[in-house]
């Protein structure tokens, strides 16, 4: 099959232009891992570029790499041609490459436009006016149709919002060539489409975009051409226009890729006390809005219950509500038919709800502490106290290895940081603690997000094994074919109300669109 991949760019007939940006044979190896091996790449003037790959195939390596964040180990960086050598990502930034990194890197205390002018200033001397400044961030975001509130706190933004003000923090600085580290997973369908609309005019003003991203379609449409990598290895760079999804997504696992769905296997769904029951359950979002409207839903062991709708609707606060974070201002929850002390995590934990939160690296995982220390972030309390503190450490880990293995968590060793993980082996950690501690309700916050077409299909399958053996689960996603695949019933929630519930086979797609819309 490798045949009929063109070969890297920088041989091929299309790029007789010198390349904006290149990268040639390079190797970055860090610990136990090569995650870069003779990678050579390069992204034209006005070009689109996607990146494709599994979880840890070294897209964001690559791109640490460009942005002067990592030393290569060898190889070679050329801007327009010529070899460069950046000590830092301030020289990167000087050559023009900026990036937005998968997670973002805002001072959340600060307004959007404090954060667009942070570090800025330097070097401007006298000539920096933080009137002109902002009159400028208002002509790009103008130019660029990315509207944000100059003046609203980080902490006050959607995680759409938040990436805008990276975009025009880096575009403000002079990017030529743009960096985005997985844009798109943040973002609901509608802010992914205004994101492409804006990177395409960004193309078209003569910037180079480097585009990182699990969705295949999304890759399709929105660039000119994409490199695909293999375990650190380029496979092969292809025209958008003359290749397809299935075609990207074999080249990037190596094999054809099938999936079961909920339907063929059947549904284990029993009867008795509901898993999880929530009854006219009202809760205050963080601007002080209702944000929960008199939500009632019951979820069987064995059930997955999917809840549909455009973000911002009330998710959120619903994840948070079952798992003990956010208070309740009307209502009860019941686990098996026990009240749960509303407003307390600790206790949602004791009483079986496990949380697969939207925001992995804020509220889901310690990006600091090691992968075994991740793992047993919750049960450590549980831990026999009469153990020794060297024997719980080694009890740790070997559980650690344990559930790397089992689920398929890639990393040097246990003791590897959390944060040095690739995307999608965060979301195993975090998965693998919270099935691991023996749930009886799952709440699973867009689990997929972020994830390769083979993670993608591993969660998936994690879920229907989980609900086979009887727990309940809660399924929020805004893919809405995951959900129709996945879930045995469907919530639709809209302005913070169940205006629905259905089962996958009985309604359309259009319908469900319709209902997510307020609209039936
Ligand atoms: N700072 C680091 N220290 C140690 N290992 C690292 C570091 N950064 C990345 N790695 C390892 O290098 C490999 C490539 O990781 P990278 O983050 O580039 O993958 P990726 O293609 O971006 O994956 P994902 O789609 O999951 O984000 C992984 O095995 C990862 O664990
Ligand atoms: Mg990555």
């Not at 490798?2 to 299309?14: F, I, K, M």
């Not at 959607?158 to 880096?170: C, D, F, N, P, T």
């Not at 380029?234 to 397809?244: F, N, P, R, S, Y």
Request: aromatic fraction near 4%; hydrophobic fraction near 45%; proline fraction near 4%.
């Amino acid at each position: 099959m490798d045949a009929a991949v063109a070969p890297p760019a920088g041989e091929s007939a299309a790029t007789a232009a010198v390349a904006a940006v290149a990268a040639v044979g390079i190797t970055k190896r860090f610990p136990g891992v090569v995650a870069n091996n003779g990678v050579t790449f390069e992204a034209q003037t006005g070009e689109v570029h996607a990146l494709l790959g599994e979880n840890g195939a070294g897209k964001t390596t690559l791109c640490n790499v460009l942005t002067g964040l990592y030393k290569p180990d060898e190889g070679e960086l050329r801007v327009d041609g010529l070899p460069v050598r950046f000590r830092s990502p301030r020289d990167a930034h000087a050559a023009g490459i900026f990036m937005v990194h998968q997670h973002l890197k805002l001072v959340e205390s600060m307004s959007a436009a404090e954060n667009v002018v942070l570090g800025w200033s330097r070097g401007r001397g006298l000539r920096f006016s933080p009137r002109r400044v902002e009159r400028e961030v208002a002509e790009v975001a103008e130019q660029y149709q990315m509207a944000i509130d100059p003046d609203a706190k980080i902490w006050q933004l959607s995680l759409g919002e938040r990436q805008r003000v990276e975009i025009l923090k880096a575009l403000c600085r002079g990017a030529r060539i743009l960096i985005l580290d997985e844009p798109t997973t943040v973002l609901t369908p509608q802010e992914a489409d205004q994101l492409f609309s804006s990177v395409r005019e960004m193309a078209a003003a003569g910037s180079t975009i480097i585009f990182i991203s699990h969705k295949l379609p999304e890759v399709m449409a929105v660039s000119n051409r994409i490199t695909i990598l293999r375990k650190g290895v380029v496979i092969g760079t292809l025209k958008a226009a003359e290749t397809d999804t299935t075609t990207l997504a074999e080249f990037m696992v190596g094999h054809e890729i099938t999936e079961q769905s909920r339907a063929e296997r059947g549904t284990s769904a029993g009867v008795g006390r509901p898993a999880l029951e929530l009854q006219d359950v009202s809760a205050v979002g963080d601007l002080g809005l209702e944000a929960l409207h008199e939500v009632s839903l019951s979820i069987e062991p064995g059930e997955i219950v999917g809840i549909a709708g455009v973000s911002g609707n009330g998710q959120r606060e619903l994840a948070e509500v079952v798992a003990g974070l956010r208070r309740l201002s009307r209502g009860a929850i019941r686990v098996e038919g026990e009240p749960l002390l509303p407003g307390d995590a600790r206790a949602a934990i004791d009483s079986g709800i496990a949380y697969i939160p939207e925001d992995r690296m804020g509220t889901g995982v310690a990006p600091n502490l090691s992968i075994a220390d991740n793992l047993i972030l919750k049960s450590y309390r549980g831990e026999s106290l009469r153990l020794g503190p060297l024997v719980r450490r080694k009890r740790a880990s070997l559980r650690a290895h344990e559930l790397m293995k089992r689920f398929d968590i890639r990393a040097p060793g246990p003791h590897t940081l959390v944060r040095q993980l690739s995307g999608g082996n965060v979301q195993r950690v975090l998965l693998a603690r919270e099935l691991s501690s023996g749930p009886r309700v799952l709440v699973a916050a867009s689990p997929t997000r972020g994830l390769d077409v083979s993670a993608t299909q591993g969660v998936r399958k994690m879920l229907l094994d989980t609900a086979q053996r009887g727990v309940g689960v809660l399924l929020i996603s805004e893919d809405l074919d995951e959900i129709l695949h996945l879930a045995d019933r469907i919530a639709v929630l809209y302005g913070g109300r169940v205006v629905g519930i259905v089962k996958p086979a009985e309604v359309t797609r259009e319908q469900l669109g319709l209902m997510m819309a307020g609209a039936a």
